[in-house]
């Protein structure tokens, strides 16, 4: 499969991505994950997108665009098709990675959008947890670990990302809908466009998103 999953800020990209992962063997890549990995790595790049993801801001389009792109180029795990998480995020992205397939020629199956009110966003994106190195996430009361702070799997410590609080999110969401959202009107006139109610349980989105896929043939 090769997707584009979109969203606002905690709308459940992170959570749904594993599970389509599975499915299609292919790879996930979230932008936002691989900036995060840059900021722990410490590297110049790291430092700078720290500050700009802190205020809810967004890295440049050249930044993301090359990253993008060199990780379709090398990933083995993209050979099978990938799952684009976070990405694009402004219109020239979605313009810079219609060329790049182009090139390659290579097409978009889909491109779905988890769609979920402003205000049902706070209380997931002020009790996320995840575990840094394997992007695992969590909630305090949605879906808590079994043990207090604690990854399942490692059993190593939970963190909160830096900018999941009130004030960050509410930078995102202005955002969201000012650069992010025409990037829905964009694929809208495509056709492979689709929206999901992304409100309901985790695993209730998980069946619209495959209700969307047994429409492929
Ligand atoms: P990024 O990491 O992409 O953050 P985001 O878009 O704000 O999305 P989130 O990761 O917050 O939400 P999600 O939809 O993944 O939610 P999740 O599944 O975890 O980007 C971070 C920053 O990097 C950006 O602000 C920007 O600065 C920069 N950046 C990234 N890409 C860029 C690009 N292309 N160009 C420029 N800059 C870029 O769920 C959230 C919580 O809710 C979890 O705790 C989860 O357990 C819970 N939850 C999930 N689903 C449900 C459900 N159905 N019901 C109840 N709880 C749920
Ligand atoms: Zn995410």
Not at 47 to 56: T, V
Not at 60 to 65: E, G, L
Not at 76 to 86: A, P, Q, S, T
Not at 107 to 126: F, M, P, S, W
Request: charged share 30%; aromatic share 6%.
């Amino acid at each position: 499969i090769r997707m584009i999953l979109m969203g606002p800020p905690g709308a459940g990209k992170g959570t749904q991505a594993p599970w389509i992962k599975e499915k299609y063997s292919c790879c996930h890549l979230a932008t936002g994950d691989m900036l995060r990995a840059q900021v722990a790595a410490k590297t110049q790049l790291g430092r700078e997108a720290k500050k700009i993801m802190d205020q809810g801001g967004l890295v440049s389009d050249d930044i993301m665009v090359e990253m993008i792109k060199s990780e379709l180029d090398s990933n083995k795990e993209c050979k099978n098709g990938f799952i684009l998480d976070g990405f694009p995020r402004t219109t020239a992205q979605a313009e810079k990675l219609d060329e790049m397939l182009q090139a390659k020629s290579q097409n978009l199956k889909h491109a779905i959008e988890l769609q979920i009110k402003d205000d049902l966003l706070v209380a997931r994106i002020t009790g996320r947890l995840i575990h840094p190195s394997s992007g695992r996430t969590y909630h305090k009361q949605f879906n808590p670990p079994k043990k207090d702070m604690t990854d399942d799997v490692t059993g190593e410590p939970l963190i909160q990302r830096s900018d999941d609080n009130e004030d960050a999110l509410k930078k995102r969401l202005v955002t969201y809908h000012k650069q992010t959202a025409p990037v829905s009107d964009y694929y809208r006139k495509t056709g492979i466009w689709s929206g999901v109610d992304a409100s309901k349980q985790p695993g209730e989105v998980w069946k619209s998103l495959l209700g969307i896929f047994e429409q492929d043939q």
